[in-house]
């Protein structure tokens, strides 16, 4: 979303509400519903040139479990305040990349469908969580790693 800097420097605070989709967004993992992450802040002039950027994010995320792969939705609020600088030269203030860093910063480090998820069997692949694969789990072994065989 884009502000021209004459408008913000003749008001004190603007307040602001948009919405993002994913063709927006560059370097995020998950993906966002097709609702898009709804965007409600204000810009506060602190200085010439310099800017006080406060917003709240709501979103669904969707990202790949990490036993599974299945698609797992996370629903997402973030509080974020930034201050932003810009050239004298520059006439647009862009705030999408502030929300992206944002989301970005804020991503879950590892996404699990359910706590019990039991994951894809590493032989042939299946999806363990909706049925059994016919694999034998302990036929292919190391025997460099029999002693640990003792522990199980």
Not at 1 to 28: A, G, H, R, S, W
Not at 96 to 101: D, M, R, S
């Amino acid at each position: 979303m884009n502000f021209e800097i004459n408008k913000l420097l003749q008001e004190k605070i603007i307040p602001f509400e948009f919405v993002v989709k994913n063709t927006d967004l560059n370097d995020i993992e998950g993906e966002l519903n097709k609702n898009g992450a709804l965007v409600r802040g204000t810009i506060e002039k602190l200085a010439k040139g310099t800017f006080l950027v406060s917003f709240t994010v709501e979103m669904t995320m969707i990202y790949p479990c990490a036993r599974c792969l299945e698609p797992t939705p996370i629903d997402c609020r973030y509080d974020y305040s930034d201050t932003v600088t810009v050239e004298d030269d520059v006439t647009i203030l862009d705030l999408l990349p502030v929300v992206e860093e944002c989301i970005y910063i804020n991503e879950p480090f590892r996404v699990l469908c359910s706590d019990d998820c039991a994951g894809l069997c590493p032989k042939c692949g299946n999806n363990l969580n909706h049925e059994q694969c016919e694999c034998d789990k302990f036929g292919d072994y190391d025997p460099r790693f029999e002693a640990l065989k003792d522990l199980l």
